[in-house]
């Protein structure tokens, strides 16, 4: 009885199948801000209407809200507390409900409601921080037209930014101000923004093609002004290709973006405000690699995507988020494909998707694109709704083709704006603007795991018939221990072994049943099968081709992602002999990237990608026992192998992409890469050289990509003396660079050296180091915990390590913390000691008093 009650209250799981539409909306709310860090006054006037003949009451959501007042009609409401805010019993159909609240945003370590980042003050509400602000119905289906008002200090808080147009500003006493916004779009409250501190833009304006002339602004702090030309580049591009490609026009006069230092996520697409992690705003040579560079233009496009794939048709429910960012992550991955190469892109969105939605899809948190329940929302920001819910538009978009996909787009924002849809809405639009029935098609959305598809070509000599036999199984995952078949498009094509040649072109097959047949006529020399071309398909696929079929795809294949995926197939399938058996024939890897080294058609950046082996997780993924010290050497044999034999072919690389001056080009882009690949290469041959050509780089460098690069091959194998000088060069000269001091962080913490977890260790205590910072916290407890080799040290100290660390920022940032427990989770997939330790950790954090409801989710399900 006793422990009945000292028990932490269980939280309540939320169900899909438990929505109803809301009770009463709110069509307009006015908010007037008295804005102070140290306590902030909020008034809230609603107008709200009940939806229909009941008489339930008026639920307000509020969470650490101090109440002031709380009248209804200019009267002293009567009102009840609940667990979740408060609830007012009202008899008319129309109600003014005016609240008048408390908050404190110095004290918002959480980074969720108004809190203060850097000197300024700033919001973040998605997907239920607008709570932490005012009372209201905290849900996306209630959708309200805001009128915002603000004063505030003039000295402090200079400039004063809200959602929409500016309507009003002017001066108070004692050296107060105000600022006034309206936005005409209704919109739920987790689009709500506001933004007050000393802030210079960087301005720009873009005409619309109807004509309309939209004010641009990218705010940061006046230091950092000259670190934004890149993002503001990036948002123009992004409105004009929305428009040629989508058809979606801006639609306020404004739009504006903020850079803060302290952001959960990377950004958010509040409607005409934006408000980003520094970290995907700023971007110069000196201090932004360019991957950084691609990451900005990326994170700008996908956040101004969202003003229609998110904010004019949003969202019913936060199941249904994949509807807004699976589709928004398909529009800005587009975007960056034809910015630049596309396949490079391809490839890089495929190695993100297995680093970490496959194993996701495979561990205890694993749940389908549209999740059936959850304790947390915020847990639900995963690769799987972002990245695979992103694959599975795009597999929409292969089964219509581009014109049908076009008008099933047109057809979804036509029917749907201004209001909050569901992925079902969506998948009508497709189905009746395609005209393809998508029934089956729909368990992509409800059924978790990646499905795993084999693949057998049987060639008949005498006939020239070829037939393809195809199964496909869907693994059991948590609450779904039995699946049906997917629909899985296939590209496919055949190559001729002997003449290369292609045999047939090639064809889309939609896999529908568990197993499938498909024939071929005429195939007159034995063929080479090219499956899953440009990566069709989400899934796993087992084909019995050998080391000969692979190296002879890798080099003749016309599809540069397959190319790329038989190279990648090739290493991993002789990398995992060599964990298993201790070694394996090497030659062929050597020569099929000897090929592609040499191959003058192909663009750098490609070999670049192409010639990198897979990562130790990935290697660790295809085993059924994860044995991080056999995986390290096995990659590490292969590196020195390639390394050496091809020592010649490194070095010409390294050289002929020497460039004299700092460009960001495509083609510049992948000189760098392969000049850095390059480098890690002749390193790993032992080269005498190598830590010297290293030390060179890292000091003549006139761009962060090669400086970081270099410092990698240092901090990884360099010299004692090279690599400590290099890391105290790079420290002192970006002392105060937050964003890169993270740089400096990571790069010692995915070290492959054996002592990184007594340097993490060491760095935690570091006077740069503090949990209260997102991208600090990720940056040497995240980049840790996904290093194989030094998170899994078999003592487990390394699990004691990141458990600590977690206990310790769940406090100030529950968040944050529960989006770094997936590596705990992992222990299923490693030895029995492992295993323990591991589950010895998960249960002390479980144990730890006061453990947020998003750690009892994550840590919870990570040990069922
Ligand atoms: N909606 C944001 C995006 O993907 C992500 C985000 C979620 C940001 C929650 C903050 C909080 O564009
Ligand atoms: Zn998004």
Known sequence: ????????????????????????????????????????????????????????????????????????????????ATDRGISIALNGARHRIETEVLIHPERNTQLMGLYASGGLLCTQ????????????????????????????????????????????????????????????????????????????????????????????????????????????????????????VYGREYDLDVFNIVAVDDFNFGAMENKGLNIFNSRYILADADTATDYDYDAVAAVVAHEYFHNWSGNRVTCRDWFQLSLK????????????????????????????????????????????????????????????????????????????????????????????????????????AMEDAGGVDLAQFRRWYSQAGTPRVSARLEHEAGSGRARLYLRQTVPPTPGQPTKDPMVVPLRIKLFGAETANALGSEQLVLLKDDEAEVAFETVTEPPVLSINRGFSAPVIVETDRGPAELAFLSAHDDDPFARYEAMQQLMLDTLVAAVRHGRADQAPVVEAVRNTLTDPRLDPAFVAEAVLLPSDSFIGDQLAVVDPEAIYQAREGLRRELGQTLVDHWR????????????????????????????????????????????????EADNMSDRQGALTTLVNSGGEEAREAALDIFYHRYAGNALVLDKWFSTQALSSRTDTLARVVELSNHRDFTLANPNRARALVGA?????????????????????????????????????????????????????????????????????????????????
């Open 1 to 80: 009885m006793l422990d009945a009650l000292n028990a932490p209250v269980a939280p309540r799981a939320v169900r899909r199948a438990d929505y109803r539409p809301p009770e009463w909306q709110v069509p307009r709310i006015a908010l007037d801000f008295d804005l102070d860090p140290t306590a902030t006054r909020v008034r809230a006037v609603l107008e709200v209407e009940r939806t229909g003949d009941h008489d339930a009451p008026l639920h307000l959501d509020g969470d650490g809200l101090e109440p002031l007042s709380i009248t209804v009609d200019g009267a002293p409401a009567e009102w009840t």
């Open 125 to 244: 509400c998605e997907a239920e921080g607008f709570r932490r602000i005012t009372f209201f119905p905290d849900r996306p289906d209630v959708l309200s037209r805001y009128s915002v008002r603000m004063t505030a200090d003039k000295a402090r808080f200079p400039v004063l930014l809200a959602n929409g147009d500016p309507v009003g500003a002017g001066d108070l006493d004692g050296g107060r101000h105000w600022a006034a916004w309206d936005d005409p779009f209704p919109k739920p409250c987790y689009l709500f923004a506001l933004v007050a501190g000393d802030l210079v833009a960087n301005r720009d304006t873009f005409v619309t093609r109807s004509g309309r002339e939209v004010a641009l602004g990218i705010w940061v702090r006046s230091p950092d002004l000259a670190k934004t030309d890149h993002a503001l580049a990036a948002l123009k591009t992004s409105m004009r290709w929305d428009e040629d």
């Open 325 to 428: 960012e699976g589709f928004t992550v398909y529009r800005d991955q587009s975007f960056s494909a034809d910015q630049g190469s596309a396949a490079v892109k391809r490839i890089e969105d495929v190695r993100s998707l297995r680093a970490a939605q496959f194993p996701e899809d495979a561990g205890p948190l694993a749940h389908p694109v549209r999740p059936d329940a959850y304790l947390e929302i915020s847990n639900f920001y995963t690769a799987t709704i972002y990245n695979k819910g992103a694959e599975v538009i795009r597999m929409m978009a292969t089964i219509l083709g581009p014109e049908k996909f076009r008008a099933g787009s047109d057809l979804y924002f036509d029917r749907h704006d201004g209001t909050a849809a569901t992925v079902e809405d969506f998948v009508c």
């Open 652 to 699: 010409a690389a390294y050289e002929g992409a020497r460039d004299n001056r700092f460009e960001y080009t495509p083609a510049a882009k992948g000189r760098r890469r392969l000049r850095t690949v390059s480098l890690g290469y002749i390193a790993a041959s032992g080269a005498a050289d190598a830590s010297d050509l290293a030390f060179r780089q890292f000091e």
């Open 784 to 864: 840790f915990s996904v290093n194989q080799r030094a998170f899994n040290a078999e003592d487990g100290a390394g699990y004691r390590f990141v458990a600590d660390q977690l206990i310790a920022l769940d406090k100030l940032n529950p968040q944050t913390a529960a989006k770094l427990v997936p590596p705990l989770g992992r222990w299923r997939r490693f030895d029995e000691g492992r295993a323990k330790l591991m589950r010895a950790e998960l249960e002390r954090i479980l144990r730890t008093p006061g453990l947020s409801k998003d750690m009892l989710e994550q840590v919870g399900k990570s040990l069922d």
